[in-house]
């Protein structure tokens, strides 16, 4: 968590898991991890395919299509990877590519749960899967002593099937949350070995 850093223009949030990231739950291991569905099989498939015949920054844009056409189909996730935890919103690994090019995780969402306010160590796509989780950015800036600036930017509101891509670094930085009534549920394919690293991925501001 960076120290000294100033806050401007953002509401606390009531909910649970505002200062700490989720750790990954389940025995990490390479490949499709165990109790996942077909359709999540032909996802990584297609996804791994993009990858493979895609570098630099393209990448991000590139998972996020292979993602459009899977996200929100209600076969993507087996039971298991649905459920959340009433301390904070959950991380289930689904998918640990074995030369660490990239991992596929689904993000659950109970009711008033937040992450930090956090940035990346690696390109992202994420989707939502089900319910209505927000994500809100910061803008960061650095004064001449040091000192970590930031300003809330803009909040939206999401819906199923809805698609974005991470930037690695601080100049992409927010929290999602949830502060609707029910569930939500997003799936995230990162640029990082999680299973070699699984603490790498996130800047963490706090809240
Ligand atoms: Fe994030």
């Given at each position: 968590?960076?120290?000294?850093?100033?806050?401007?223009?953002?509401?606390?949030?009531?909910?649970?898991?505002?200062?700490?990231?989720?750790?990954?739950?389940?025995?990490?291991?390479?490949?499709?991890?165990?109790?996942?569905?077909?359709?999540?099989?032909?996802?990584?498939?297609?996804?791994?395919?993009?990858?493979?015949?895609?570098?630099?920054?393209?990448?991000?844009?590139?998972?996020?299509?292979?993602?459009?056409?899977?996200?929100?189909?209600?076969?993507?996730?087996?039971?298991?990877?649905?459920?959340?935890?009433?301390?904070?919103?959950?991380r289930h690994l689904l998918y640990a590519a074995p030369d660490g090019?990239?991992?596929?995780?689904?993000?659950?969402?109970?009711?008033?749960?937040?992450?930090?306010?956090?940035?990346?160590?690696?390109?992202?796509?994420?989707?939502?899967?089900?319910?209505?989780?927000?994500?809100?950015?910061?803008?960061?800036?650095?004064?001449?002593?040091?000192?970590?600036?930031?300003?809330?930017?803009?909040?939206?509101?999401?819906?199923?099937?809805?698609?974005?891509?991470?930037?690695?670094?601080?100049?992409?930085?927010?929290?999602?949350?949830?502060?609707?009534?029910?569930?939500?549920?997003?799936?995230?394919?990162?640029?990082?070995?999680?299973?070699?690293?699984?603490?790498?991925l996130n800047i963490v501001f706090g809240q």
């Open positions: 968590m960076l120290d000294k850093t100033r806050r401007n223009n953002i509401t606390p949030f009531p909910g649970k898991g505002a200062d700490k990231i989720a750790a990954i739950s389940g025995d990490l291991q390479y490949g499709i991890q165990p109790g996942t569905t077909p359709l999540l099989a032909e996802f990584v498939q297609t996804l791994q395919n993009t990858i493979d015949n895609c570098t630099g920054p393209g990448i991000a844009p590139a998972a996020k299509a292979a993602l459009r056409g899977y996200v929100c189909e209600p076969a993507l996730l087996a039971a298991a990877h649905k459920q959340g935890d009433a301390d904070n919103y959950t090019s990239c991992s596929v995780l689904a993000l659950v969402w109970m009711p008033g749960q937040i992450t930090p306010i956090h940035g990346h160590t690696a390109w992202g796509a994420v989707g939502v899967y089900e319910g209505n989780p927000f994500c809100e950015n910061y803008q960061v800036s650095r004064s001449d002593n040091g000192a970590i600036g930031l300003q809330s930017q803009m909040k939206m509101r999401l819906t199923a099937g809805d698609l974005a891509t991470v930037r690695p670094g601080i100049d992409d930085v927010h929290r999602i949350g949830n502060e609707s009534q029910r569930r939500a549920i997003t799936i995230h394919v990162y640029g990082r070995d999680l299973v070699a690293e699984p603490s790498s």
